[in-house]
């Protein structure tokens, strides 16, 4: 019969009038400044760079300036640029640095792609999304103080990814420090073994 | 208490009480004035607080059925922290709307396009003159008062058809065109579906008509004309027709915002857009007040026993009401096409409404059938518009619908 | 019939479409030509209609696009192939999960990459997902040019809110999901994720059900739909039109079974079709296609194997597929979402071209609307289903 169909349309929105009182899923509403939902850990935003170290975060930065992310960058809005000098890094091996690290992040798209790339884990996502600034030149161009952040930063927002990485890193550092035991030991071998014989260039 | 005793109790008599002593300071000559511009200030300052809750009930009630929240951040200014649950946010609104910059397109005709605004409220405005709030309450009592309240609501759509010409965009003119032919086709449902009152109480004095509606059977069944089998329908007829005068949701056309922007508002800014947004409430105000007064009994209280209730209030609150249940609507349907529009007022709604100017015409003649002959008498006045409701309805639908679907193979 | 027999060429122009009312009659005065966009409430984005009215009658009707365009192609072909992943989410912003997905597999077809089984379940997964969130804001906003205050777009905002909510917690990012990778998925899900998209998976039909009674039977929506902006086969095909729009006018024609590209062939889903190709079908199409993606979420879920999500093979630096060309293809939710692209062995593709089904189901535009009122051009572009950030590219 006509009429029956908005009838029906009409107890839907009533249902949904009762409904937003009492049933959370129909109201999923969240009041933004006052409530804030809880970010999920794979949220990502911004990058910045990680320093191993609190109290010297420009003495400990991961990056070694090799300019992947730079290169990888879709819309290239990261710019680097190499020291001169070589700065001994965490573990104490002597290793470029970012003379000058920007990310310009009027242009920058959020995409994790520098993160992916980045063979030193030196560069991950932050989650702050309460950025707004009111100049937008200077205010959005990140450079290398404002993106250092501390690695118990980077555990605080993504717990489960950083202590992945930590595990990662540690292992890579244990075998790079054993391979320069072996190393080191084969050096004081063939060091000590050298004065009494020099063997000829070994054919391949 | 006796029906004398209500009639004359404090709270009833309370407004026109306050009018007189107010009065009364004023020299005799002018008496007569201040008397007129009390009612006039009165019926603004009530209807003008009303309108402004009913934006924001309008808002947050919509925001309800969709699941939100709705406006409820503006407090007062200078305290942190007091939200009201939004309830100041039309008079946030209204200061927004009054402080915007006016705009007038450099085309337009200027003339009609300052004049339009200012026509549309003030016709939507007389139409109150002659609504009776309350048992005492009725700004002016006119002998042909249906006849003054649908010339006056008529005149709003002309300005209307003056905003949407005089604006010079190609919009505002196609929805200006789009109100002459809704006006022209709902007029006519709107003053048929209340003929059938008019016949049966044979006056076309407001107050009257819900004196008619007075009484009730057992003391609970009120006498109201929606609980006729001919008031039903033409109750029904009315809703359609309101809201397709007040140009609302599904009718709302001449500013649909999907095709046409904002129709005739397209080319009004600040305070102007405010008055025709006013106009637009004031209109649907008045005329959920006529189907008040006309079929749901006025300022008569529903059952006996509440009768102390003011009368003023209960006609407030069965305003309110009305006015949810067009928001109801307008959270729920979507809009027609101009030439549905149309053909839904030439071929069923006219038809139904002078099929059941018939049916009260039945209604009257049998007035003095009782005891068995009363249920054939119900019968036949539910078979003479029920029966023509189910064929119109099924010719004005033929062809749609829901459909059944295949699957490929 | 086959729709697909080549039958006697029809030029376009000439073919019989809707008939248009003349307009030399002295009783009709002047055209009207309404410029629609690219600023107007109901155009999608940036679209442009410039249109001729007799009356409220449209007489022509010409598309205006390419406001939105952003370079695109070319774009991809100056980055490496992993840079242009996350543009491809821009393409069509409201489905980023099946653009990645068309991209990925035309690259993995180009470098012959292999997937591994839980990255394809996991593909298919989130494919469907994004035809949910497609679908349901297409209904929605649909409904909201036939005219409705918002009522029905905002019940579908608060059902795709919740599957956005699970890209977020997924990929990092609630619409720019750049998720898939050459060779696999980025992201493994967790147990935990899992169970939410369960979850949200059964109870979508109840909001199906509750928004079909809420407006598929009411007679306004009925009157303004069906017999609107009708299509019929012939004409769809010769147009190149795909997907829910082309099935709506009865054309057998979806390629997750056509193609059956990734695991689509080993899930049990049937491809509704319409009978009268106007827009109460290519409504129900879209209703009844999320349906059938309820039921493949259902089958994926019970069958998601363990194991890796990434090619152990696949490179993320220096990915340079060897010389050649490839076109990869899917059903996305708007129609044929394909990829061309040509390698020349360096880290960049010599060409990139995508196949948008906006912009091809776009064309037939005037034909649909031609002898309609402007309200129901609105209604009809509307059904057809365009993101304009795809259509310009």
Redesign the interface.
């Known amino acids: 019969m006509l009429g029956s169909g908005i009838i029906n349309g009409l107890i839907v929105t009533a249902k949904n009038f009762a409904g937003s009182y009492h049933d959370p899923e129909r109201m999923v509403t969240v009041e933004y400044p006052e409530q804030k939902t809880v970010l999920p850990e794979n949220y990502r935003n911004f990058p910045f760079l990680i320093t191993e170290n609190a109290t010297d975060p420009m003495g400990t930065l991961r990056c070694v300036a090799c300019q992947i992310c730079e290169k990888e960058c879709p819309p290239q809005c990261i710019i680097i640029e190499k020291s001169k000098d070589k700065k001994p890094d965490a573990t104490g091996k002597l290793q470029l640095y970012p003379a000058i690290f920007g990310i310009d992040t009027s242009v920058c798209m959020s995409c994790q792609i520098c993160v992916e790339v980045c063979p030193f884990d030196a560069i991950k996502m932050d989650k702050v999304f309460e950025i707004a600034t009111t100049d937008r030149f200077q205010d959005l161009f990140l450079d290398r103080e404002r993106l250092a952040k501390p690695n118990s930063y980077y555990h605080e927002i993504h717990p489960v990814e950083a202590a992945e990485v930590d595990g990662r890193l540690l292992a890579e550092r244990k075998a790079a420090e054993e391979k320069a035991k072996v190393a080191a030991a084969a050096k004081a071998a063939a060091a000590a073994a050298k004065p009494v014989v020099t063997p000829p260039p070994a054919t391949p | 208490m006796s029906a004398a005793a209500l009639t004359d109790s404090f709270l009833e008599r309370a407004p026109l009480a306050l009018r007189d002593w107010v009065v009364n300071f004023l020299p005799a000559p002018l008496q007569w004035l201040g008397h007129h511009l009390i009612t006039i200030i009165a019926v603004l300052a009530v209807f003008g607080t009303f309108f402004a809750f009913t934006t924001i009930a309008e808002r947050k009630?919509?925001a309800?059925?969709?699941?939100?929240?709705g406006p409820n951040r503006s407090g007062l200014p200078w305290i942190k922290g007091l939200t009201l649950f939004g309830l100041s946010q039309p008079f946030a609104d209204a200061i927004k709307t009054l402080t915007k910059e006016d705009i007038v397109p450099a085309a337009a005709d200027k003339c009609l396009h300052f004049l339009a605004p200012v026509i549309v409220v003030a016709f939507s405005l007389m139409t109150f003159a002659v609504l009776p709030f309350g048992r005492h309450l009725i700004p002016v009592e006119l002998d042909a008062a249906l006849l003054y309240f649908f010339a006056a609501g008529a005149a709003t759509e002309l300005a209307i058809f003056m905003a949407g010409w005089s604006s010079r965009n190609?919009?505002s003119?196609?929805a200006a065109?789009r109100a002459l032919a809704q006006l022209i086709s709902y007029e006519l449902p709107l003053i048929l579906s209340v003929v059938p009152i008019v016949l049966v109480t044979s006056t076309l004095s407001t107050q009257n008509i819900v004196l008619a509606q007075g009484g009730w059977t057992f003391g609970f069944l009120p006498h109201w004309f929606v609980f006729t089998p001919w008031g039903f329908p033409a109750f029904i007829i009315f809703l359609v027709a309101a809201l397709a005068e007040s140009n609302r949701?599904?009718f709302?056309l001449p500013e649909?915002?999907?095709?046409l922007?904002a129709g005739h508002l397209t080319e009004y800014s600040g305070f102007k857009y405010a008055l025709f947004f006013m106009a637009e409430y004031f209109g649907l105000t008045a005329l959920s007040g006529l189907g008040v007064t006309l079929f749901l009994g006025g300022w008569q209280a529903p059952i006996a026993a509440l009768q102390f209730i003011p009368s003023y209030a209960w006609f407030m609150l069965k305003l309110i009401g009305m006015l949810v249940f067009f928001i109801?609507?307008?959270?729920?349907?979507?809009?027609?096409?101009?030439?549905?529009l149309t053909r839904l007022a030439w071929q069923f709604l006219v038809p139904l409404a002078l099929l059941n100017v018939g049916n009260a015409a039945f209604w009257i003649l049998t007035a003095s059938w009782s005891g068995p002959l009363q249920l054939i008498r119900w019968a036949i006045s539910l078979a003479i518009i029920v029966i023509p409701?189910?064929l119109l309805?099924?010719t004005?639908?033929a062809?749609?619908?829901?459909?059944t679907?295949?699957?490929?193979? | 019939m086959n729709p697909f027999t080549p039958s006697a060429p029809t030029p376009f122009a000439s073919a019989p479409g809707p008939t248009v009312r003349a307009v030399h009659d002295e009783f009709h005065g002047d055209l009207l030509e309404v410029s629609m966009g690219p600023q107007h409430p109901s155009t999608h984005g940036v679209f442009r209609m410039v249109a001729t009215l007799d009356g409220e009658q449209l007489v022509k009707l010409k598309p205006v696009f390419g406001y939105l365009h952003r370079n695109h192609e070319k774009i991809a072909e100056n980055t490496t192939y992993l840079g242009s992943m996350p543009y491809t989410d821009r393409l069509d912003y409201l489905c980023s999960m099946s653009t990645n997905w068309a991209y990925a597999l035309a690259v993995e077809r180009l470098a012959g990459q292999a997937v591994p089984e839980r990255a394809q379940y996991l593909r298919i997964i989130m494919a469907e997902l994004t035809r949910l969130v497609n679908h349901s804001c297409l209904v929605g906003f649909l409904f909201n040019d036939l005219g409705t205050s918002f009522t029905p777009l905002l019940y579908a905002f608060r059902e795709r809110e919740k599957i956005i909510d699970l890209f977020e917690s997924l990929s990092g990012s609630r619409m720019m999901c750049n998720y898939q990778r050459f060779g696999g998925c980025r992201v493994d899900p967790t147990p935990e994720w899992l169970a939410a998209a369960q979850q949200l998976v059964d109870n979508f039909p109840r909001f199906l059900d509750e928004y079909e009674r809420m407006l598929t039977g009411n007679e306004i929506m009925l009157a303004r739909t069906q017999g609107v902006g009708r299509l019929d086969a012939t004409h769809a095909i010769n147009a190149g039109i795909t997907g829910p729009v082309l099935r709506a006018s009865g054309v057998d024609y979806d390629l997750r079974k056509v193609d059956a590209y990734g695991f689509y062939a080993q899930f049990d889903f049937r491809v509704p079709l319409g009978a009268h190709g106007d827009t109460y079908d290519r409504y129900m199409m879209r209703i009844l296609e999320m349906r059938e993606s309820v039921k493949i979420l259902q089958q994926a879920f019970k069958r998601l194997p363990a194991g890796p999500i990434m090619d152990p093979k696949a490179k993320l630096r220096g990915f340079r597929p060897k010389a050649g060309e490839a076109y990869g293809r899917l059903e996305g939710p708007k129609g044929e979402l394909g990829f061309f692209l040509i390698s020349d062995g360096s880290p960049n593709p010599y060409r990139y071209r995508v196949r948008p089904p906006s912009l091809i189901n776009l064309t037939l535009l005037e034909e649909m609307c031609l002898g309609h009122t402007i309200a129901d051009a609105v209604v009809i572009l509307g059904s057809i289903d365009i993101v304009l950030g795809e259509v310009d590219r």
């Not at chain 2, 609507?329 to 549905?340: K, N, P, V």
């Open positions: 009630l919509l309800r059925l969709q699941n939100r929240l190609k919009y003119l196609l065109m949701s599904p709302d649909a915002e999907s095709e922007i109801w609507i307008r959270g729920t349907l979507l809009r027609l096409r101009i030439d549905q409701f189910i309805g099924r004005l639908t062809g749609y619908a829901p459909r679907y295949r699957y490929a193979p």
